[in-house]
Each structure stands twice: as structure tokens, then as C-alpha cells.
């Protein structure tokens, strides 16, 4: 009887833990970015990591403590139409507990851990080069993350195809001197990250003492 009870907890947890985490993961980010003149030429974006309360972050981050950031560099311009067309791009987000981030001075953004570091491209709708009275735009591309000190948090499928969602305005109010557009949008995986703690054998088995 005990056999069979136990049994049908692990049928029960198979089910129940998955669904324990099915809350919404994503990196939430919000920056300025500066365009390329040219085909050849290169986007740059820095950023600043928020919680996404109610939802949660891939990796657990300790928002009271310490502050996170986002940089894109060298994301080539391959097409320039409608959408913009970028390939061969590097993103990465830093971990930092000294010098907050400052937009006069990105190397601020850059001076803390590298968490994860991966490859991005993507297509850039940018309204107002079609609509010359909207400053608005979106797009979407793909990170496969290669680096960082957390890679291994993830399990191997679940380090690459993420999505990375943008919502672009040269207009806005928010935009720091010197930058091109704000950036506002998203990284998310193409599942739901699970933690890497397991309940083991011999704690299930405690359990149904």
C-alpha cells in the first residue's frame, strides 16, 4: 500500500512542479540606443535591467542590492529598409553593486559581473522613416546566449532562441542627449526556465513517512 501511495506522489509531483513555475520569465529592460549612419555601421544600446514583478526573471536577481544592466554593441546594420535588417551583435547583462549607471559615461554600464553574455540579431521597424510624422517603432530578434558566469544556470536547450522584443521612440521625453531612440522591451526564453534545485529520492521518500 505504501508502494502505491508513494507511487502515485511522484506521478503527482511530475505534474505539480512543473506547474509551480509556469510564472511568466523575462528580462525586462528599458535604454537608449545610437543608430548607424550606414550599412556596415554598428547599433549600440545601453540599458538598465527592471523587475518585472509580478512576473520573474530567468536567473533569480537581487534588485535590492545590486543593480543590473543590459549593453548591445556591435550589431551591424546589414539592411537598411523596411525593417532594418542586424546580424552579428553582442549582448550581454552585468551584475553591479558600486557606480550606478550613467548615460554621459557608459562605461558604467559595463564595470560590474557579466552574468550572460550571447550573440543577438534582429528587425528593426522604424515608423519613422516611413511615416515622417511618427517617432515610434518595434521589433523583434533572437539571443543565443555563449558566456557569462551564470550560463550554466541554464540548461543547454534552454540557452539559446530567446526572444528579444523592442518597442523604439525617437520622440520621447525620456531620450538622454546625445542618444537616437529609447528602447523599451523584453528578453524572454522560449520556455519556462526550471531552477536547478531537485527534490531528491530519499526527501520524497521522508515525506511519506
Same mark, same amino acid.
Given at each position: @500500500?505504501?508502494?502505491r501511495i508513494?507511487f502515485?506522489a511522484i506521478? @503527482?509531483l511530475?505534474?505539480?512542479?512543473?506547474?509551480? #513555475? &509556469?510564472?511568466?520569465?523575462?528580462?525586462?529592460y528599458?535604454?537608449m !540606443?545610437?543608430?548607424?549612419?550606414?550599412?556596415?555601421?554598428s547599433l #549600440? &544600446?545601453?540599458a538598465?535591467v527592471?523587475d518585472p514583478?509580478p512576473?520573474?526573471?530567468p536567473?533569480?536577481?537581487?534588485f535590492?542590492?545590486?543593480?543590473?544592466t @543590459?549593453?548591445i554593441?556591435?550589431?551591424?546594420?546589414v539592411t537598411d529598409?523596411?525593417?532594418?535588417?542586424?546580424?552579428?551583435g553582442?549582448?550581454?547583462?552585468?551584475?553591479?553593486n558600486g557606480?550606478?549607471?550613467?548615460y554621459?559615461? !557608459?562605461?558604467?554600464?559595463?564595470d560590474g559581473?557579466a552574468l550572460?553574455?550571447?550573440n543577438?540579431s &534582429?528587425e528593426i521597424?522604424h515608423l519613422?522613416?516611413?511615416i515622417?510624422t511618427?517617432?515610434?517603432g518595434?521589433? !523583434?530578434?533572437?539571443v543565443?546566449w555563449?558566456?557569462g558566469?551564470n550560463l550554466?544556470d541554464f540548461?543547454?536547450?534552454?540557452q #539559446?532562441?530567446?526572444?528579444?522584443?523592442?518597442? !523604439?521612440?525617437s520622440?520621447?521625453?525620456l531620450l538622454?542627449?546625445g542618444y537616437?531612440?529609447?528602447?523599451?522591451?523584453k528578453?524572454?526564453?522560449?520556455?519556462?526556465?526550471v531552477?536547478?534545485?531537485r527534490?531528491?529520492?530519499?526527501?520524497l521518500?521522508s515525506? @511519506?513517512k
Amino acid at each position: @500500500m505504501k508502494a502505491r501511495i508513494l507511487f502515485l506522489a511522484i506521478v @503527482m509531483l511530475t505534474f505539480l512542479l512543473p506547474g509551480a #513555475v &509556469m510564472a511568466q520569465q523575462f528580462f525586462d529592460y528599458f535604454g537608449m !540606443t545610437l543608430l548607424p549612419d550606414t550599412v556596415g555601421d554598428s547599433l #549600440v &544600446m545601453y540599458a538598465e535591467v527592471r523587475d518585472p514583478a509580478p512576473a520573474t526573471t530567468p536567473l533569480p536577481l537581487d534588485f535590492d542590492n545590486y543593480e543590473y544592466t @543590459m549593453v548591445i554593441t556591435d550589431l551591424e546594420l546589414v539592411t537598411d529598409g523596411f525593417p532594418e535588417v542586424y546580424a552579428n551583435g553582442t549582448i550581454a547583462i552585468y551584475e553591479d553593486n558600486g557606480t550606478s549607471a550613467d548615460y554621459a559615461a !557608459t562605461g558604467t554600464f559595463t564595470d560590474g559581473t557579466a552574468l550572460l553574455v550571447g550573440n543577438v540579431s &534582429m528587425e528593426i521597424y522604424h515608423l519613422s522613416h516611413v511615416i515622417p510624422t511618427n517617432t515610434t517603432g518595434n521589433g !523583434t530578434g533572437t539571443v543565443d546566449w555563449i558566456g557569462g558566469t551564470n550560463l550554466n544556470d541554464f540548461a543547454p536547450g534552454d540557452q #539559446v532562441g530567446w526572444t528579444f522584443v523592442v518597442g !523604439t521612440n525617437s520622440g520621447s521625453g525620456l531620450l538622454e542627449p546625445g542618444y537616437d531612440e529609447v528602447w523599451d522591451g523584453k528578453v524572454e526564453p522560449v520556455g519556462v526556465i526550471v531552477g536547478t534545485d531537485r527534490v531528491t529520492w530519499d526527501e520524497l521518500k521522508s515525506w @511519506m513517512k
